[in-house]
């Protein structure tokens, strides 16, 4: 498997040699994921009681980071598998991005649940005395499901790289890399065979991917929406939180391009045309995240079933900022920056596309305390502080873990394999000779 | 390039102003409920019960670890004891026989409770007259009718005054509260009677509690009496019929169906995707041996 040369070097940056930059972000990031590893000591050792959550608020940011990730993940799931699947154009340079923000959040989201676990030592149970009747089974199934769909498909996109990377002549890299990228490329050499082989795979996987994002991030909003909660026992939870999830998704993508492009140099690869094009499907997304929304809370409030009221006067009152950042200013701000062409800059529509990814984080927040500051029965022999949630310093630290974690992994992935898929953007060039 | 920002700018201040309700709990001076009751358990243990909340979102919270003062106000005002809360708001003083208990001239004792309060929560404090009550329960099978025979009399002095024309409300204990099986309305001679129902499930012998009581009575507080009996009919607790259902231990078939046939269909796929790495694999195996 040959390629561009001009292309392998500007593709693969850090493959070859660690910049100090790199060295200094990844300890930045290092240090961050310390703070939280300390955190979590200190929660194992003294128990949840270091937490804000207590009998009434027994979900915190731990289950908001978790949905956050996961859906992060889906998004990352749905879009790649619906540029592979339709076979985009402009896909080629940030599919390979869309696939790790799938995997790598796939892998954090989980920790966040056993964060939030009392009891992390009957954690088996779930495996050896499940009910298929429960949806946290059916979300345990999911998810281990949708991590091993995701490494699948995110392999399958590696093979051809890896094959490239192996016969790269060039490549200045250790002997343990290149004999890694020996093994992982399975000795695929391109024949026409092999090619049809893997690219069936990945249309099949594709296909399955973008199932399973759907089904999975479902199941997830089902948890809140077969619950008899305030605000959460809602028919439309499904639909609603696959939309949302996108919307994360696609501002995360934007976020990361915009950062890749920049650090990488990969002005020529990632162009104004991919973050227009990104920031529309955003805009797109953002319409229909608000027409949910609207829809929901709506229903909510013309129904005026007494504890809906009250959530909506609590969302209104005491989360009022919150509830306008995540509902307003979270869907509409990005949704103009991007429709008129005027404000069309790259620094624009990855500012635009940092609102949406914090709203949605809001948006989570004010799905999850609120409720459950308003159940339906009060709570007999509460007291105060078990009431109001507010988070600790711990779980603000492994919150700035998590993040640390998945900025890391993409810094350590972009050190074996590329963040741009060469095989894709070689295939890209071929189809504009031909042209 | 002056756009951008500007709109970074406005966003940070968002970022700012939306941390602010994360990060911050409003804390007000509390304005606490305090409520003071009386307690004659069956074996004639006397209590005083404070209980010490407040009112927040429509759920009555508990005020832990406050001391609370008890007092007697018939002859003066003379402490009887402080108790601190528990985790429930509750401080409660045993009033024993140690304890001198001055009546007024009514006959009444009188209680009262207090609360100092301190820099987050108001003071409160509340009263409450109390006359002493007995109450008796003899349990009798008059010609196969089980009967509940009731008397309650005030002592005074040296003899006993009738309590007439008051309700007394008879109770047996069921798995989550009291099951009201009657109220008796006592005469002038303070007895009354009452047929107890003959179909009520006991344990597996028959047994049950019966409780009769005064409930927060303006004058005599709650007086209790509870007697134990087996008057009631045997039961054979006998586990329901295995089905299947959201709530049992079997999952209803379509759930299981569904679930089965989505697993197989992704994970038959997965499966394809496999087949064709290994496929991968042998081809240039294959090329190898050549």
Not at chain 1, 212 to 233: D, E
Not at chain 1, 300 to 328: C, Q, R, T
Request: glycine share 6%; charged share 20%; with cysteine.
């Amino acid at each position: 498997m040959q390629a561009d040369k001009k292309l392998l070097k500007d593709l693969t940056p850090e493959i070859e040699s660690t910049s100090t930059t790199w060295y200094i972000t990844f300890s930045v990031f290092l240090g961050f994921f310390l703070l939280g590893i300390y955190g979590l000591i200190q929660q194992i050792d003294k128990g949840h009681i270091v937490t804000g959550m207590r009998d009434n608020v027994v979900w915190g940011f731990y289950i908001v980071n978790f949905i956050f990730f996961m859906g992060l993940s889906y998004s990352g799931a749905l879009i790649s598998g619906v540029l592979h699947l339709f076979n985009t154009g402009w896909r080629k340079p940030v599919i390979r991005m869309a696939e790790l923000i799938t995997v790598i959040s796939l892998i954090i989201g989980p920790f966040f649940i056993f964060f939030c676990i009392g009891r992390l030592d009957r954690l088996y149970f779930l495996f050896i005395h499940p009910r298929i009747q429960s949806p946290i089974t059916w979300d345990v199934i999911a998810i281990i499901t949708d991590l091993f769909g995701c490494f699948i498909y995110l392999y399958l996109s590696f093979v051809e790289d890896f094959a490239i990377l192996r016969d790269y002549e060039g490549l200045q890299v250790s002997p343990w890399k290149r004999k890694l990228y020996k093994i992982l490329s399975l000795g695929y050499d391109g024949s026409p065979r092999q090619k049809k082989l893997l690219s069936n795979a990945k249309t099949i996987m594709s296909v399955m991917i973008i199932a399973i994002a759907i089904i999975v991030y479902s199941v997830l909003a089902w948890i809140f929406g077969v619950t008899l909660q305030p605000g959460w026992h809602s028919t439309i939870f499904g639909p609603y939180f696959v939309i949302a999830a996108v919307f994360s998704g696609t501002g995360l993508l934007i976020i990361l391009m915009w950062i890749f492009r920049r650090i990488y140099h990969l002005e020529e690869y990632i162009t104004k045309r991919h973050f227009v094009n990104v920031g529309v499907l955003l805009t797109v997304i953002a319409a229909f995240y608000g027409y949910f929304t609207f829809s929901d809370y709506l229903t909510k409030w013309y129904g005026s079933i007494k504890m809906d009221s009250i959530l909506i006067d609590k969302l209104f009152n005491e989360y009022y900022l919150l509830f306008i950042f995540a509902n307003y200013i979270g869907i509409l701000l990005p949704a103009i920056i991007i429709a008129f062409p005027k404000f069309r800059t790259i620094p624009n529509i990855t500012v635009a596309a940092a609102i949406a990814v914090l709203a949605l984080w809001v948006n989570r927040y004010i799905i999850v305390i609120p409720t459950l500051e308003t159940p339906f029965l009060p709570v007999q022999d509460t007291r105060a502080e078990w009431i109001k949630y507010s988070p600790t310093w711990i779980e603000w630290s492994l919150t700035l873990a998590g993040v640390s974690v998945f900025v890391m992994l993409f810094m350590l992935i972009s050190k074996i394999a590329p963040i741009v898929s060469i095989s894709e953007m070689q295939e890209q060039d071929t189809e504009e000779i031909l042209k | 390039m002056k756009n951008g920002s500007s709109i970074f700018y406005t966003a940070l201040l968002f970022l700012l102003l939306v941390s602010y309700p994360i990060l911050s709990q409003e804390e007000n001076e509390i304005s606490p409920y305090i409520q003071l009751q009386y307690f004659k358990n069956t074996d004639e243990s006397r209590f005083l019960k404070t209980t010490l909340t407040y009112s927040l979102n429509r759920m009555e919270i508990p005020i832990p670890g406050m001391e609370i003062s008890f007092f007697s106000e018939a002859d003066g005002k003379e402490l009887l004891g402080t108790v601190f809360t528990d985790y429930k708001g509750v401080a409660s003083l045993e009033l024993t026989k140690n304890i001198r208990l001055p009546i007024n001239e009514d006959g009444l004792w009188e209680f009262s409770t207090e609360f100092n309060g301190n820099d987050t929560i108001e003071a409160a404090n509340s009263e409450l007259s109390i006359k002493d009550v007995r109450l008796e329960m003899s349990l009798q099978e008059v010609d196969s009718i089980k009967t509940i025979s009731l008397k309650a009399v005030t002592p005074q002095n040296t003899s006993d005054i009738p309590v007439s024309e008051e309700v007394v409300m008879i109770y047996v204990p069921r798995m989550f509260s009291l099951l009201p099986v009657g109220e008796a309305a006592l005469d002038e001679g303070g007895t009354a009677s009452l047929e107890f129902p003959s179909d009520l499930p006991g344990d597996s012998e028959g047994n049950l509690t019966i409780i009769t009581k005064f409930e927060e009575h303006p004058d005599f507080g709650n007086v209790e009496k509870k007697v134990e009996i087996k008057w009631g009919v045997p039961s054979a607790n006998q586990a329901p019929v295995a089905h299947r259902a959201l709530w049992t231990k079997t999952a209803p078939r379509w759930m299981i169906i569904t679930l089965s046939v989505l697993l197989a269909g992704v994970w038959g796929h997965y499966l394809f995707a496999i087949i064709s790495l290994i496929l991968i694999k042998r081809e240039s195996k294959k090329k190898a041996k050549l």
